[in-house]
């Protein structure tokens, strides 16, 4: 198996003796005895070519340690296993998720703005209870976002892919939107949820919703939220934007009602998760057991 660095291999820990792990991120010339590798843990900021996977004649698994996969859909070879690291960042991103919810609803940020300026500002803000909040993934982190908000008091709808019991059907979902206090993306990015949430999306949400997106930046048209927010129709908390990084001069940066936070929906210490997970899937292989987390049709 490889491992993309020397940290990545001391997290991963002491191994069976015959389990060999190289380092190697995929990129550059592949190391000696490369092509016996069986198993590849990926960055997901740095991507093999195709040909190089292509060229590993024994390699069975490409595993990731993020949740998201998109731009390693065109590398991975049709004839190697692709698996995410679901559950690896799952209650970070769900946590902060709700974090911004709350703090967009109880109006942390403009409290804290008056604590600064030594003003005591006292007001009566809204919260979760009897929210209508509606979670656009059904995966790891969406149903934890809804377990979660459950607990506050807030009514909770989740919209997947296919129906199933408690998940509704994402071809309901322009019905759904009007009566939504707060829309929660938890998607991957991918052709079917590109610019999901554009102008159209926005127009039917009821003045004052919140839109939390801790997904991808490109599952939001930008500029259809922009004239959103510089509306004041609307309000948002993002830790993911498109473009990413936000730029500078950017209007989000300054727009009403709007929280950022720089993509951090994980937290210290996600690399002991992550290679128990990568761990406990190179012995499954090794014993041919079933692996988890298989990405499934490519999203």
């Not at 195709?50 to 065109?74: D, H, K």
Request: proline share 6%; net charge negative.
């Amino acid at each position: 198996m490889s491992v993309p660095d020397e940290s990545a291999r001391i997290a991963l820990g002491a191994l069976p003796g015959d389990v060999r792990v190289l380092v190697w991120d995929g990129v550059g010339e592949i190391p000696p005895h490369g092509h016996e590798i069986e198993f590849f843990v990926g960055r997901f900021n740095t991507r093999p070519r195709r040909e190089t996977l292509e060229s590993l004649s024994r390699l069975q698994v490409v595993q990731l340690v993020s949740a998201g996969v998109e731009p390693w859909l065109s590398v991975v070879p049709k004839s190697a296993l692709l698996c995410n690291g679901r559950g690896v960042h799952g209650g970070s991103t769900a946590e902060l998720a709700v974090g911004g919810m709350i703090a967009m609803l109880r109006g942390i940020v403009p409290f804290a703005m008056a604590q600064r300026a030594h003003r005591w500002e006292q007001r009566f803000t809204e919260g979760l209870d009897g929210r209508r909040v509606l979670v656009i993934g059904a995966g790891d982190i969406g149903t934890r976002i809804a377990t979660a908000v459950r607990v506050f008091g807030a009514n909770v709808t989740l919209v997947a892919r296919r129906s199933r019991p408690g998940v509704r059907d994402v071809s309901e979902l322009r019905q759904l939107l009007p009566s939504q206090d707060v829309v929660a993306l938890a998607v991957p990015h991918t052709d079917d949820t590109h610019h999901l949430v554009d102008a159209e999306f926005l127009a039917a949400l009821r003045d004052d919703a919140l839109v939390v997106n801790v997904s991808r930046g490109g599952v939001v048209d930008t500029e259809a939220l922009v004239t959103e927010v510089l509306d004041q129709r609307i309000r948002a908390f993002l830790d993911v934007t498109d473009p990413e990084p936000l730029p500078a001069g950017h209007p989000l940066w300054d727009a009403p009602n709007v929280l950022i936070t720089p993509h951090v929906g994980t937290i210290r210490g996600w690399e002991e998760r992550a290679y128990r997970l990568v761990r406990e899937q190179i012995l499954r292989l090794r014993d041919k057991e079933e692996l988890v987390n298989i990405v499934g049709e490519r999203y």
